[in-house]
């Protein structure tokens, strides 16, 4: 990461389906702006129970029919997260109470919806226990929250 970069973290509790959606639908948003070199962009889980997996297949799925790649490798959050990071954006309330009990900044640690002004939702669904339809819903909601987000941050 460069000292002049904005560092983003997406959590989830596995980073298998959510937050390795974020990351990589945001850096797709990031790079057809041409703002690449101004964003360091990662993703984490609160558990590390998946921790070197891929991104869930049927999530990798939904994403490639909607035109986008999912890759990386999960990892569980750390407390060095909290110091490297200048964004971090939970998925859910409950991972957000995680971060926030491990020792995240509640400044910049928050929900990814209601920070860029979702009108209806507070949480990304998880997707892991339904149907296809879910992974193809979080992307969609996912890929306009991304949008919204790098529109929030250049504006600062």
């Known amino acids: 990461m460069k000292s002049n970069q904005t560092s983003v973290l997406f959590v989830c509790m596995g980073n298998i389906c959510r937050s390795p959606t974020a990351e990589c639908l945001f850096r797709a948003v990031v790079e057809k702006a041409g703002v690449t070199d101004d964003y360091f962009i990662d993703s984490a889980g609160t558990g590390g129970w998946h921790a070197g997996a891929k991104p869930d297949r049927r999530m990798r799925a939904a994403a490639k029919k909607q035109g ?51 009108a209806t939702l507070a949480e990304v669904p998880d997707p892991y226990y339904g149907g296809d339809e879910g992974f193809d819903t979080v992307i969609a909601l996912i890929r306009d929250a991304a949008q919204s987000l790098i529109s929030s941050m250049e504006s600062c």
């Open 68 to 118: 986008y790649e999912l890759y990386g490798s999960a990892r569980q959050v750390t407390a060095s997260d909290f110091s490297t990071f200048d964004w971090i954006f939970c998925m859910d309330k409950d991972n957000l109470e995680e971060v926030l009990a491990m020792g995240a900044n509640p400044d910049n640690t928050k929900l990814f919806l209601p920070f860029v002004g979702h």
